[in-house]
């Protein structure tokens, strides 16, 4: 304030109030950077975050039943399933009724086959009696609880109307209780058989390896990253090169050299047999189980565990290791006490990057993986792309990303999303 | 990290076997690279080298695969499917995505962090994960078996590492360059083409070929989004890996591993010219 017999606030040139018109020029500075990332952040939101939220959205929606058995559904809702009983003559008229609509429309087979999920038996049952119901006077020649048993005694099973009044709801936790290997059965949520449990020992199974694949990528990561760290910058940077070689070759060539490599006629057991160490009858099988898939994926996410582990290494002073000697400590002394702590954070970043790229994984185990080493990611696929079973796929992705986003959190609060760096 | 003259025995003992560890951990990592360039030129069908391939003999060798790769009409679709569609990809990545990271560099920027976490997420999800859910969202609206469906979603992918390498370029931009500019007169567009963008070039050129590669290797999303019309050379690859695997693979898998070699040394010189270009300007 240059003109001290002015009250009232700082006039701009312009003779607006300074206050107002800096305000201004920081709306204005905040629109244009808007308007700079707007394009982006709405085609990331249309391409990625709703197909995302899509596949949410699947996980718990189930408007199939309603929408193809309405009267069905509305008849259902009074008969208890605890009682014992069918349902009364008006639930199987109902049922009629919409079976017939359904059945004009073809939309029977997509119910059934949601059904089949649940309980078995229900797609043929459904196809069977689409059949005959396209022939009957809807709703007038019935009794019709009497017809539908005579087309298939399965009509008569407590389970099956158990099982359309449990999914009669619009909106269902039962993709999410079935890859926790539960369903929704008369008395609430249990345990399915033994026999069907694999989901809760998929993820284990993706749990265990993903911690093995870590594991040895810091065994294997943490010397050569020590190693690149120590030599001078003009070494360093050309073995870097034999780090970021791998990190630029397709994931498909690497896949398919370990499947030439490590296959029974390949090259590690052709040298096996040469030095004789493995006799030519009885070659390892080193492939389609899980040591394929560790191997190769160790390999593939090495650099991964390398590059941030360098980077924290590079960060640590020479001269904090030679004071350490001075004092009279060993070279092993030295390292424990001194060097490894401070390398420490390196493991940190470098473990949660490749655990979490690990747990995603779904080429390499699917090609070398054959069948105790693939991953949740395989079961994903399989439902999406074969069985059709695509609520239960989508929950398991959910389960999948839920876990992906909480290390990632912890990623961010340990190196910051930010700070990633590419080579 | 030399070996000082007084060290005892057992420090050279292990001075030489942590070289030699080393050493095999590198050979771990560039071996199964380099082994199947020789294969890829052998004359049988076998995955491993034939007596006359380890005798030098000339017989041994072939460019047989090589052949087999340019007659195989299911493998020239899936190249040009290839360079049909990482282009587009890389184009529309670029383009938005410098224009984001020049946004997002800005001094005031109201939920950057939240924006930030949005655009990196393709790069964050598992890829089957992605591709789940672009198959559900895009056969919802059509998309799903399109060249633009595989465009769009391969270009989804490649943002957050064009958003990556040149928000880091642009760290070290100096501001008073464009101010100065738009003080001599230059219009912002101007400004942009004749001032920033020459600075930036080397981090917008090596974004673009992370996101190039991204969609070039990319195989879950394109099993999922594309249809048989879209098959590219990774797509070919996987089926070729899963039902026979046949030699040819390991001749395609050659010329990928030449091309990644290619980019390699692109962007290594990119990121030596920007460190130097970075080290000339204050700030």
């Known amino acids: ?423 | 990290m030399d070996l000082p003259p007084y060290a005892t025995t057992g420090q050279r003992v292990w001075f030489y076997t942590f070289r030699v560890i080393c050493g095999l951990i590198f050979f771990f990592l560039i071996a199964p690279i380099v082994v199947i360039m020789p294969l890829s030129f052998s004359s049988q069908d076998f995955f491993t080298f034939t007596p006359e391939m380890l005798a030098f003999e000339a017989e041994g060798y072939s460019l047989k695969h090589y052949k087999d790769l340019m007659t195989s009409p299911d493998w020239q679709k899936a190249m040009s499917n290839s360079i049909k569609i990482a282009p587009m990809a890389t184009i529309i990545s670029v383009s938005l995505g410098t224009l984001a990271a020049i946004g997002l560099s800005q001094s005031h920027v109201p939920f950057r962090r939240a924006i930030m976490a949005i655009l990196i997420s393709p790069m964050i999800v598992p890829l089957i994960i992605s591709a789940a859910g672009m198959y559900f969202f895009y056969s919802r609206i059509g998309l799903q078996g399109t060249y633009l469906g595989v465009v769009l979603a391969h270009a989804a992918l490649g943002i957050p590492f064009v958003i990556i390498t040149v928000t880091a370029t642009l760290v070290g931009f100096d501001k008073s360059l464009t101010r100065a500019a738009a003080n001599m007169g230059a219009s912002p567009v101007r400004t942009f083409f004749k001032v920033q963008m020459p600075l930036i070039l080397p981090g917008v050129i090596s974004g673009g070929l992370f996101a190039f590669i991204t969609s070039f290797d990319e195989v879950v999303v394109v099993l999922f989004v594309g249809s048989a019309g879209q098959k590219t050379l990774p797509w070919q690859m996987f089926t070729g890996l899963r039902e026979q695997i046949s030699p040819t693979i390991l001749a395609v898998a050659t010329i990928l591993v030449v091309i990644s070699i290619g980019l390699l040394t692109v962007v290594e010189l990119l990121r030596r010219r920007s460190e130097r270009l970075r080290g000339l300007s204050p700030g």
């Open chain 1, 1 to 423: 304030m240059s003109d001290a017999t002015q009250t009232g606030p700082v006039l701009a040139a312009d003779g607006r109030p300074l206050k107002r018109s800096l305000q201004r020029a920081l709306r204005a500075q905040k629109m244009r950077a808007l308007a700079l990332i707007a394009p982006l952040l709405i085609f990331v939101l249309l391409t990625f975050v709703a197909p995302i939220a899509d596949m949410l959205f699947r996980s718990v929606e189930n408007s199939i039943v309603s929408d193809t058995l309405p009267r069905t559904v509305l008849a259902l809702k009074d008969w208890d399933a605890k009682s014992g009983e069918l349902p009364d003559e008006s639930v199987f008229a109902a049922m009629a009724e919409d079976l017939k609509i359904a059945e004009a429309e073809k939309k029977h087979i997509t119910l059934a086959i949601r059904l089949n999920y649940q309980t078995s038996g229900v797609s043929s049952l459904f196809r069977k009696t689409g059949r005959q119901v396209k022939k009957w006077d809807v709703p007038n020649d019935g009794p019709y609880m009497e017809k539908l048993l005579d087309v298939d005694d399965d009509w008569g099973s407590h389970e099956l109307w158990r099982v359309i009044q449990t999914y009669s709801a619009n909106y269902t936790p039962g993709y999410f209780l079935n890859a926790a290997d539960m369903e929704l059965g008369p008395d609430g949520v249990q345990q399915v058989d033994d026999s069907q449990k694999i989901y809760v020992m998929m993820f284990k199974r993706t749990m265990f390896l993903s911690i093995v694949i870590t594991v040895s990528c810091i065994a294997l990561g943490y010397p050569v990253a020590f190693l690149l760290a120590s030599l001078p910058l003009r070494t360093s940077n050309m073995l870097m090169i034999l780090v970021l070689l791998p990190f630029w070759t397709s994931l498909l060539v690497r896949t398919s050299s370990w499947k030439v490599l490590l296959q029974q006629q390949g090259v590690i057991n052709d040298i096996l047999v040469w030095i004789g160490l493995v006799d030519d009858a009885n070659r390892l099988v080193m492939i389609n189980n899980q040591f394929g898939t560790i191997v190769a994926m160790t390999h593939i996410l090495l650099p991964f565990m390398i590059l941030p582990l360098y980077s924290v290494m590079k960060t640590i002073p020479p001269s904090y290791v030679r004071a350490s000697k001075s004092l009279g400590a060993t070279n092993w002394t030295t390292f424990w006490r001194v060097y490894f702590p401070q390398s420490v954070p390196g493991i940190g970043a470098g473990s949660i990057l490749v655990f979490i790229l690990a747990i995603g994984y779904y080429i390499t185990p699917e090609l070398v993986g054959g069948t105790d080493g693939i991953f949740i990611s395989n079961r994903i696929a399989f439902h999406i792309s074969r069985s059709g079973n695509w609520g239960l796929g989508a929950a398991l992705g959910s389960i999948l990303l839920i876990v992906v986003l909480m290390l990632y959190w912890i990623y961010d609060k340990i190196v910051g999303i930010d700070n990633v760096s590419l080579g």
